[in-house]
């Protein structure tokens, strides 16, 4: 960009060294309409819209091609071309910097995303999640603790419950060994009294006869 405008500003030395300093008044006068034009679109570079300029030259527009027609037509044809490719360079440099300028924009914005990201919501994510699986643990304890406990009832019902079938059993084993000494103790009884029945009868017999 240095050296092309280095050399646009030796060729407008050259025209006016040629022509002499009324150039300037020559050109201002003799522009009527613009033969340089720039059009402007947009590009999408990774989902940002960077604007891209682009130079556009009307040939059919000549307004210059009586200048320097005494004298310096040469030098003033030069400065032309010259100048042309330093407003196309220009207009390239202008796209560039643009894209630039947002690009750089983007990127801070970006950058301020990711470091909230990094910061902000991954801790906090992580520290919700540190949270749920407590939760989740502390769950599973008490889980852990009232099947336990629900067992252990079971286990205490089950032996309170064999233990009464146990002391029913007992006690009615008890009660048919009871039962049955009162039914030995009433056959003796009987026989007693038929021995003693049988005695005092014969007794009485002998008393009579």
């Known amino acids: 960009m240095g050296r092309v405008m280095q050399t646009a500003a030796f060729s407008l030395a050259e025209v006016t060294y040629a022509t002499g300093d009324n150039i300037g008044y020559q050109v201002q006068e003799s522009v009527q309409n613009a033969r340089f034009q720039v059009k402007a679109r ?11 300029f682009e130079t556009y030259l009307n040939k059919d ?3 210059f ?4 027609l005494g004298r310096g037509g040469q030098q003033v044809q030069k400065a032309k071309m010259v100048y042309t490719k330093a407003v196309e360079t220009l207009v390239e440099l202008a796209s560039l910097q643009t894209a630039f300028i947002i690009l750089d924009e983007v990127i801070k914005v970006t950058n301020r995303r990711v470091n909230a990201i ?35 009832k079971k286990q205490q019902a089950s032996a309170l419950a064999e233990k009464e079938n146990a002391a029913r059993k007992l006690l009615r084993a008890e009660t048919a060994a009871a039962a049955g000494k009162a039914s030995d103790v009433d056959t003796d009884a009987k026989n007693l009294l ?11 017999d002998d008393v009579i006869f």
């Open 42 to 52: 947009q590009e999408n570079v990774s989902g940002v819209y960077l604007p891209q």
């Open 61 to 63: 527009i000549n307004d």
């Open 65 to 68: 091609k009586m200048t320097g």
């Open 118 to 152: 990094e910061h902000v919501i991954i801790p906090r994510t992580e520290n919700t999640i540190s949270y749920i699986n407590s939760e989740l643990d502390e769950l599973d304890r008490e889980e852990f603790y009232r099947l336990k406990k629900v067992k252990e």
């Open 194 to 204: 038929t021995t003693e029945d049988v005695t005092i009868a014969e007794t009485e």
